[in-house]
């Protein structure tokens, strides 16, 4: 469409020189269709691959009637159609332009100043110097006989005409101070993030503005837009100041390829072997923020890259933005204020680093699972831990005070008796007591030992010594530990101690901020699945090794604060 539109503007101004906007220059008239054919090219860019979509169709648009502008020639336009559309929309390039200026970079008008400063534009550029006069205008009966015919006339007022076009020149030149000032004014109180974003875009377009402004003014004392010679000076420097406009495109569009090469190497050293949280600090060092924050979204809340909860700041606090990926939020950065203002930056991150981000979020719900995991097995010891000596005293308080009491009655009844028979049906009956007792004994004890909780875990293995005679204590630390702690230790211990009947030796020693139990037996143990459960829930590790002449090494390390 531009071309064909720029063919017939060529045309039209080659054909009536004497009215075209750039004379008889053709070289004016070269850069002026070039330049408008380029602002066409960059509002598709900018439409097409930037965020702002609605800049770019507005930059197009101005485009696009700025070729139309040469068609006002009744010497040169081809045909009435051609000459009628000239007539109509000769001033019209300058609405869509403004508008374009006040929306860059944030893709709406944010308030009432540049609502009204953009209406204003159009109804001016288009309304007062284009359609309105156009529509009470008839070229050949004000002097132009070979004028080609007006098709949108519908009455001939000269004098209205005059008017339209007197006020649209003051009120177009007035509308496009506002705009200038309101896009000015925003571009100083932007962040510096921002301000990159916009400026060589809205600077350029803000001098092609006030370069229309000038030649409305220019204008103002014979009531309507002509070609003398300063109007074609201000004509070729409006040409010039768009293709800064188009530089400015050029700039941001390659700014943002290469921030996605830089995101591209980031994921590509990624690829094959990510640690934990590896692309928080891949994007902290492109981005420039060393403090930057990875958070991902996890149901209703979010999780860092090792899996951990983590609360999203408020906005007050810092600057955090927000990744989607298929319309859904997957991700949070939290990062200085200004970081990303930028919208194509925001973009491109959501672009290039997408997958990466997708892959992170994974691993990161695994940790957290696996953490949620970790805490549930380590619940479930501390439960059976409770339960164990919930029930360990229930023995000794209900059914073994019972046990001694009758064993004591027993002992009572004997020696009160005089006949022979009774008193040794008596002391039989006391005999068995005293058994049961004995293993009632031991079954608490097995369940859970006192002393355990009493005196520590040295003292706890130096009873169970007592009931296994294979069972040898060669050193554990006298300090005590976290009871979780000392409690898997000690049936490890046990439970090894009752799989296992030749010589054990027990050695305990503290490691940092690590308990490392070693119980050298000359025979290797039986099934260990149960305790190493209990000891992986608490984030320790067992270790099996056999040794030389049939005999094995287990070895138990657990976390333990200092």
Do not use: K
Not at 184 to 197: H, K, T
Not at 490 to 504: E, K, L, N, P, W
Not at 539 to 547: A, N, P, Y
Request: hydrophobic share 50%; charged share 20%.
């Amino acid at each position: 469409m531009a071309v064909a539109l720029g063919v017939v503007a060529g045309v039209a101004a080659r054909a009536g020189p004497d009215w075209a906007l750039s004379g008889s220059s053709l070289g004016l008239l070269l850069v002026e269709l070039a330049s408008a054919a380029a602002l066409v090219g960059a509002g598709i860019v900018v439409w097409v691959r930037g965020p702002d979509a609605r800049s770019g169709l507005l930059l197009a648009s101005a485009g696009l009637l700025r070729l139309v502008a040469e068609w006002n020639n009744p010497d040169g336009a081809p045909g009435a159609f051609v000459f009628t559309v000239g007539l109509a929309l000769s001033a019209a390039a300058v609405g869509p332009l403004a508008h374009a200026l006040l929306v860059h970079g944030t893709g709406r008008l944010r308030d009432a100043a540049s609502w009204l400063a953009a209406t204003t534009v159009y109804v001016a550029a288009v309304v007062l110097l284009g359609v309105a006069p156009t529509l009470v205008a008839d070229p050949r009966a004000e002097g132009c006989p070979d004028c080609p015919a007006n098709f949108l006339r519908v009455m001939t007022h000269p004098h209205v005409e005059a008017r339209l076009q007197r006020w649209g020149l003051a009120i177009v030149v007035g509308a496009l101070a506002l705009t200038i000032v309101i896009v000015l004014a925003r571009l100083a109180f932007a962040s510096n993030a921002q301000r990159r974003l916009v400026a060589p875009v809205v600077i350029p377009g803000c001098a092609t503005l006030a370069l229309v402004a000038a030649d409305g003014a220019h204008s103002r004392h014979r009531g309507f837009l002509s070609n003398d010679p300063v109007d074609r000076r201000l004509w070729l420097l409006e040409a010039v100041a768009i293709w800064l406009v188009v530089a400015g495109v050029a700039w941001q569009r390659l700014a943002a390829r290469r921030f996605r090469a830089a995101l591209a190497r980031v994921v590509v050293e990624l690829a094959d072997s990510p640690p934990p949280g590896g692309l928080r600090g891949a994007l902290a060092y492109a981005l420039g923020d060393p403090d930057l924050q990875l958070l991902h979204a996890d149901g209703g809340g979010w999780i860092d890259g090792q899996g951990r909860t983590r609360r999203l700041p408020e906005p007050t606090d810092v600057a955090r933005t927000e990744l989607a990926r298929d319309g859904r939020v997957v991700a949070a950065l939290v990062h200085r204020p200004g970081l990303l203002d930028d919208p194509v930056r925001v973009q491109e991150l959501e672009r290039t680093a997408g997958l990466a981000l997708e892959h992170d979020r994974l691993n990161a719900e695994l940790r957290a699972q696996l953490s949620h995991l970790r805490i549930s097995r380590a619940q479930v010891v501390a439960v059976g831990d409770t339960e164990r000596r919930r029930l360990e005293r229930d023995l000794h308080d209900g059914a073994q005070q019972a046990l001694a009491g009758l064993a004591m009655s027993l002992g009572v009844a004997r020696a009160s008796t005089t006949n022979r028979t009774r008193a040794e049906r008596l002391a039989a009956a006391q005999d068995a007591v005293r058994v049961a007792l004995a293993e009632l004994r031991a079954m608490a004890h097995r369940i859970s030992p006192a002393a355990l909780g009493d005196a520590g875990l040295a003292a706890a293995l130096d009873v169970l010594a007592e009931w296994a005679p294979q069972l040898e204590v060669a050193h554990v630390p006298a300090e005590r530990f976290d009871p979780a702690v000392e409690s898997a230790a000690y049936f490890v211990v046990a439970s090894v101690a009752s799989t296992v009947s030749g010589r054990i030796v027990v050695d305990a020693r503290r490691e940092s901020d690590t308990f490392v139990v070693e119980l050298r037996a000359a025979e290797a143990p039986g099934a260990l699945t149960e305790l190493e459960d209990r000891i992986e829930a608490l984030d320790g590790r067992v270790v099996v090794e056999q040794t030389t002449g049939g005999g094995s090494v287990l070895r138990i390390t657990l976390p333990c604060a200092s």
